[in-house]
């Protein structure tokens, strides 16, 4: 069974046990891929574990708001838009 579709059944069982059980999963199969793209822009190793874990928690904080289609490119997408984000502000702050 494909994780989108576990994610989905989780949610709708409303058990917290569950969902955070798949929500362990999905860190495990893409947290390496969304340190990748964040590697990309982002070369300071402290920086980009933060970021993978800003990543992480924005998707679990959004998990009943989002389309589950593919959620590998949900977190790529948010991988780089954390990592372009957190690019401007250190720009700024300079």
Excluded: C, H, P
């Amino acid at each position: 069974m494909s994780l989108e579709r576990k994610l989905e059944r989780a949610l709708l069982s409303n058990d917290i046990q569950i969902i955070d059980s798949v929500f362990e999963e999905i860190y495990y199969k893409y947290g390496k891929l969304v340190g990748f793209v964040i590697s990309k822009y982002v070369f300071v190793k402290e920086d980009i574990e933060e970021l993978i874990n800003d990543v992480f928690i924005s998707f679990y904080n959004n998990l009943k708001k989002i389309n589950y289609t593919s959620i590998k490119y949900y977190l790529v997408t948010i991988a780089k838009n954390k990592a372009i984000d957190f690019l401007r502000k250190k720009k700024d702050e300079v």
